[in-house]
């Protein structure tokens, strides 16, 4: 039984540690994710050899790149350079010793053996003799080689693997009670935001009606009824004393000689503004100081006149709803663009997610109240749910996986994930939404397995073999170089030599 394990680029010595001791089977296929470093040092290869050895498990590392497979092969752990590939059988080996450390254990065996110790100048001659063989190797290998080169033809082999294109659709609940994502529930973790705004708002009231403007004003005669003088000072109210009671009031000095009968006139105002004070002549007949009354009698032998009126606003009910709706929409909008800032990377907002309470508004006028401005102050509370993608994309891709056969490689870096942001529903404070996940898979091809499927055929037989023996988008191309060759048909062949074949998978 063996186990996966994907790796994080982030996790260390002590993640990786955690994932081992929860691993479920004794044989653990850890995947390193591509440009992670963590084993490109001999001594990280080393503990995890010691985690591996102290849990009593078989671990296998499985990547392509080149200098943490060289680490990893010297360090005596088993390399893979795909999932399908740990379907072979595979194991932990004892780590390589380096040449020093050979030849330490070489000279400690032969002391315990008897035999006496090397001197420096024999080591000398014993290195050169190694290092003069290796060179006498290596320069008969390269002339091998090169006479091969001359002799031997090259086969160039082109193939294009089938393509495939999946897609799934996912529909996943975004729950700020979930803890972490499941696929088995199709749930994955939200979080709720909220903030809280006031502004204010006004308008220009629509209904108008008139309201009095300036007061009416005249003339009117006193009339001594004393035989003193009387000096009568602005502000002595009079009135009318038929119909409606005006009231007005001196705005200018009048002065009563001492004899009865004597006149003299003064200006007035009306203590109320409009036409309400435009009266007729002999109307205000009425004296109300009563520091004058008995002394003098009144008279107003003109009608006053210059009271009017003016159109002013009148605060309705309308306009107080439309106060509050406009205010309301610029309040969500600034509500909105405040939850945005609160996002973290990969979360995004949706608009349908959030919901608006109104704490308070407070206008500055009454309902019917006169005014041609309108003002309006406003708090509201709004919350909202943030859904991670990155959590989103997760689950499509294990979704995405569970579709792919095991003669297909996922390319992962041409995956396609798209969430359908015009189609999000609520249920609470959860987002309801479908998450698209496309990408091509294609039909893995082994270069090993093509080599040997054509060694020592003619160009048309491998052709045929190779159309027959793998899944393929276009009829595989096999060439025989060089050109010269084909003249002898008998060389006109695909070499046996796998160095000589190069295949080329053009995906």
Do not use: C
Not at 225 to 248: D, E, K, N, Y
Not at 280 to 294: N, Y
Not at 484 to 491: D, Q, S
Not at 498 to 506: E, K, N, S, T, Y
């Amino acid at each position: 039984m063996q186990q996966i394990i994907y790796l994080e680029i982030e996790d260390d010595l002590p993640a990786i540690r955690d994932l081992l001791e929860g691993a479920q089977a004794k044989r653990v296929m850890l995947v390193v994710p591509k440009g992670s470093r963590l084993f490109h040092e001999p001594l990280n290869l080393r503990v995890l050899r010691r985690y591996a050895s102290n849990l009593a498990l078989d671990v296998a590392l499985v990547t392509r790149d080149g200098y943490t497979r060289r680490l990893a092969k010297e360090e005596g752990i088993a390399v893979l350079s795909s999932i399908r590939r740990g379907k072979s059988r595979w194991r932990m080996r004892p780590p390589r010793r380096s040449a020093a450390e050979q030849a330490a254990v070489a000279r400690v065996n032969g002391l315990r053996a008897g035999q006496s110790d090397v001197g420096y100048g024999d080591t000398l001659i014993v290195w050169a003799g190694r290092i003069l063989g290796v060179l006498l190797f290596v320069f008969f290998i390269a002339l091998i080689g090169i006479l091969a080169g001359l002799v031997i033809p090259e086969a160039r082999i082109t193939l294009v693997p089938y393509r495939q294109d999946v897609e799934v659709h996912l529909e996943i609940r975004a729950d700020p009670e979930a803890e972490k994502p499941s696929l088995e529930k199709q749930v994955i973790p939200a979080r709720i935001l909220e903030v809280e705004v006031e502004q204010t708002g006004e308008i220009a009231t629509v209904s108008k009606k008139d309201a009095p403007d300036t007061p009416a004003v005249g003339t009117v005669v006193f009339i001594n009824q004393t035989a003193t003088p009387l000096t009568i000072t602005p502000g002595a109210i009079v009135r009318t004393a038929t119909g409606t009671t005006v009231r007005f009031r001196t705005v200018t000095t009048a002065t009563l000689e001492a004899a009865i009968g004597a006149t003299a006139e003064a200006r007035i105002e009306a203590l109320e503004p409009g036409p309400v004070g435009n009266v007729a002549k002999a109307t205000i007949t009425e004296v109300e100081t009563p520091s004058l009354r008995g002394k003098v009698r009144v008279i107003n032998e003109e009608p006053t006149q210059g009271g009017g009126v003016k159109q002013v606003g009148v605060v309705t009910r309308a306009d107080m709803d439309r106060l509050k709706a406009q205010l309301l929409q610029q309040l969500q909008q600034q509500a909105y663009v405040e939850l945005q800032s609160q996002l973290r990377e990969q979360e995004f907002l949706p608009p349908e997610s959030i919901s608006i309470e109104i704490l308070s508004e407070v206008y500055d006028q009454f309902l019917d109240a006169e005014a041609d401005l309108l003002h309006l102050t406003m708090r509201i509370v709004a919350t909202g749910t943030a859904v991670d993608r990155a959590n989103a994309n997760l689950l499509a891709y294990e979704a995405l996986k569970d579709r792919i056969p095991a003669s297909h490689d996922l390319r992962s870096t041409e995956i396609n994930f798209q969430i359908d942001e015009q189609n999000i529903r609520m249920e609470g404070r959860q987002v309801l939404l479908t998450v698209t996940a496309a990408a091509p898979l294609i039909v893995a091809i082994d270069k090993g397995d093509v080599r040997s499927a054509v060694a020592g055929l003619t160009a048309e037989e491998a052709t045929r073999v190779l159309a027959e023996s793998f899944s393929l988008n276009a009829p595989p191309i096999v060439e025989i170089l060089p050109d010269w060759i084909k003249r002898w048909k008998w060389l006109d062949r695909v070499p046996y030599l796998p160095f000589r074949i190069q295949v080329v998978v053009l995906e």
